[in-house]
């Protein structure tokens, strides 16, 4: 059964009807993706808001980080698990998938990160994710402390907890407008056919 046919509840501009430097984003994105993410497309609605997404996206996302891109889109992975944001489970598990080359790491992270194989580090990160998420009022020292505990530093913890908080906005904006993640998201990194590794006698 297909999920709906639409970028949001609120609907979308003709791409032709933006600004050129909107339209050149966009004709980036179909470039280097083969399609223009429907996030970009509902915000193109508001088009200096849909600037100021994109310029908070990049450097949190993109920019230099002692948090690898994984990492990030690990975080983007459990906030919106927390949150059932349908758009971003299945858009950064997509990139989970992608970037770690492993689709069965990308549907962990979705379902619960908790039974995925990870590192000490990984593992505090994500908990720390979930928890800044779901009880944000009950963080406190001990929960950094925890993470310098496993290596990472002060810009880390920054740049984590600016991670999370941004999940926490874009969940908070794609369920408020029913945006839907684009359908070509859903088949992205997904070996066929899937072999499951034979079981251990």
């Not at 996206?57 to 994984?70: A, H, Q, V």
């Not at 983007?76 to 858009?91: F, G, I, K, W």
């Not at 998938?97 to 619960?112: F, H, T």
């Amino acid at each position: 059964m297909p999920q709906p046919d639409y970028v949001s509840a609120l609907g979308a501009p003709d791409p032709t009807s933006l600004d050129d430097d909107l339209q050149e984003v966009f004709q980036k994105c179909v470039d280097k993706l083969g399609l223009v993410p429907n996030v970009l497309q509902a915000y193109s609605a508001r088009p200096n808001k849909l600037r100021n997404f994109m310029a908070m996206y990049n450097e949190l996302m993109l920019g230099p980080s002692g948090l690898s891109k994984l990492d990030r889109e690990m975080v983007a992975v459990v906030v919106s698990s927390a949150n059932h944001c349908y758009y971003c489970l299945v858009a950064h598990g997509a990139a989970v998938r992608v970037l770690s080359g492993d689709p069965q790491l990308g549907e962990m992270m979705v379902m619960n990160y908790r039974v995925a194989p990870l590192d000490a580090r990984q593992r505090a990160m994500l908990d720390f994710a979930w928890k800044l998420t779901k009880t944000p009022e009950i963080v406190v020292k001990a929960d950094r402390d925890a993470l310098r505990a496993v290596g990472l530093t002060t810009d880390d913890i920054f740049d984590l907890a600016d991670t999370v908080g941004f999940f926490n906005m874009s969940n908070r904006m794609g369920i408020g407008i029913d945006m839907i993640p684009n359908p070509e998201y859903h088949g992205m990194a997904r070996p066929e056919p899937f072999n499951p590794p034979a079981k251990k006698t």
